[in-house]
């Protein structure tokens, strides 16, 4: 299953740093996240999309599919905070 490593300001909502759950797509991981995690899907996403403030990260790269990025059974997740610049 992969790992998902959860955000500091999300830690409250799961009670640990990462979590395994199962899922083929970004996508299918916020679903199982939010079956175990009620209210979690609200904080990553907006609407039908990634949240515009986050990033994902799979095994170390970061991807510009958002939920429709693949993810291995041995994956690693991170949603981090998006960085913008000028």
Known sequence: MPVVFIPAQLRPLTGAA???VEGATVREV????????PGIRDRLCQGDQLAPTLQVS???VMTTQGLRAKVSPESEVHFLPAIGGG
Do not use: R
């Open 30 to 37: 916020v679903a199982a996240l939010e079956a175990k995690f």
């Open 18 to 20: 990462q979590v395994e």
């Open 58 to 60: 799979i095994d170390s």
